[in-house]
Nanobody
Framework: QVQLVESGGGLVQPGGSLRLSCTAS????????MGWYRQAPGRQRELVAA???????SYAESVKGRFTISRDNAKNTVYLEMNSLKPEDTAVYYC?????????????WGQGTQVTVSS
């Protein structure tokens, strides 16, 4: 079982920056993908960024060039550095671990952290 604890959300003005952190307890395997999703009111949860244990990142088009995902395998921690924030980035951000084993996919989720971009 994997438990995820996020931190770092808050209120920031447009153009500002925030750094989210998520630490996993339990075993994280090298083939697990760690990532961040977000959900704005009235919208579906969407993938923001993900990263493999080899530090290969992928990003949603809407955040490319502004957000950076990184991972510390020794600490079972994933980070999301968010720069040039826009009001449309306002959402609850969820940490995720995606585990594919024997063709079965398990997703583990954090409790979510609110990010509000507003002047």
């Amino acid at each position: 079982q994997v438990q995820l604890v996020e931190s770092g959300g808050g209120l920031v003005q447009p153009g500002g920056s925030l750094r989210l952190s998520c630490t996993a307890s339990g075993t994280i395997f090298s083939f697990d993908i760690m990532g961040w999703y977000r959900q704005a009111p009235g919208r579906q949860r969407e993938l923001v960024a993900a990263i493999t244990s080899a530090s290969e990142p992928s990003y949603a088009e809407s955040v490319k060039g502004r957000f950076t995902i990184s991972r510390d395998n020794a600490k079972n921690t994933v980070y999301l550095e968010m720069n040039s924030l826009k009001p449309e980035d306002t959402a609850v951000y969820y940490c995720n671990v995606k585990r594919v084993l024997s063709s079965l996919t398990n997703n583990y989720w954090g409790q979510g952290t609110q990010v509000t971009v507003s002047s």
